[in-house]
């Protein structure tokens, strides 16, 4: 499983990050449905890890199986991995989704840019440029108008904790991402990473706890009539499956803080997916958090184009 550092092509990392963020912003709208239908939001992200997880088992073993090796002493990173990135981020997020407004839970999550950046700087010792902060900035100022955050605010303490907590946990996917990126394959690292996820997702959700009996059911979704089944296997598929290898990928061609601030374009696009497939209602104030967002992703990847530089050592005492 392990593979030589590959050539670098920036607008290559760009194009995955992005089309994965269009992967993920589906998954809202696809799976809320099923929620409507009787899912709890835990056996729906059960449910999307372990049907992603047999769906790359499957077709992986069958087409790349050299990918899906792995010597012992790499099983830890990619325990961590599947662990924080696939089970601990989004059972994390439904308990801040739960406990807070759907726009604030969102917005503790995707804090996790400026984490990325932080860690960055100050334990990697890198500087980052000024052009760089901003855009993050900026993003961040773009992510709270489209998630209205201030819409029914209301404290809870542990669902702040849940949405913080959502937050490292997503920063530290792009973090093991980028590391486990040069040393494996990024299909089989998400392959893994989904199996031992899923499992984790599990135990929290037990399959004889579900309601299997809803599967066959039938709901709206836009103009068309579908079973729940159907939607459950997108959502393992497209927003899951190909979401998380497109993701993954990314981070050989981009650094972390970058690929992290353009995943904030996955916001954009499940409020899009949302008005235009659910009905919900898009405002004038969210289209233009949207322009500010993307526009601060642009000015984070105008910066990165220039050279890093290192940090000046801390002064000693």
Same mark, same amino acid.
């Given at each position: ?59 992986? !073993?069958?087409?790349? /199986? ?51 950046? &932080? ?38 303490? &542990? ?26 394959? /990024? ?9 031992? !996820? ?8 037990? /399959? ?106 801390? /002064?000693?005492?």
């Amino acid at each position: 499983m392990t593979t030589l550092a590959p050539p670098r092509h920036r607008a290559r990392g760009t194009a995955f990050i992005l089309l994965a963020s269009v992967a993920f912003g589906s998954s809202g709208p696809l799976a809320k449905p099923a929620m409507q239908a009787g899912f709890s939001p835990m056996q729906v992200a059960a449910l999307r890890a372990g049907l992603a997880a047999v769906v790359l088992l499957a077709v992986v !073993g069958a087409a790349m /199986p050299g990918v899906l090796r792995v010597r012992r002493e790499q099983w830890p990173l990619l325990v961590v991995y599947g662990l924080t990135g696939v089970a601990a981020v989004q059972a994390l997020f439904f308990v801040a989704v739960s406990r807070l407004p759907v726009g604030v839970a969102m917005l503790l999550e995707y804090t996790s840019p400026v984490l990325v950046a &932080l860690w960055v700087r100050f334990v990697r010792g890198r500087r980052l440029s000024a052009l760089s902060w901003t855009g993050t900035a900026l993003a961040l100022a773009g992510l709270t108008m489209v998630a209205q955050v201030w819409t029914g605010l209301r404290l809870d303490l &542990l669902g702040l904790v849940a949405g913080i907590g959502a937050a490292v946990c997503s920063a530290g996917y792009y973090l093991l991402g980028e590391k486990g990126a040069d040393e494996h394959h /990024p299909i089989g690292m998400v392959t893994w990473g989904m199996v031992v !996820g899923a499992a984790g997702l599990l135990v929290v959700a037990p /399959p004889w706890e579900m309601p299997v009996g809803l599967l066959d059911a039938t709901v709206p979704f836009g103009p068309w009539q579908s079973p729940v089944w159907v939607l459950l296997v997108a959502v393992a598929v497209l927003s899951t499956a190909l979401a998380y290898s497109l993701s993954l990928s990314s981070l050989r061609h981009l650094p972390s803080q970058v690929a992290s601030v353009l995943a904030l374009t996955e916001p954009v696009v499940a409020t899009l997916i949302a008005w235009l497939m659910l009905g919900e209602i898009l405002t004038v104030l969210q289209i233009a958090g949207m322009v500010v967002l993307l526009s601060g992703a642009a000015l984070v990847q105008l910066a990165s184009r220039g050279p890093v530089t290192p940090a000046e050592p801390l /002064p000693t005492e």
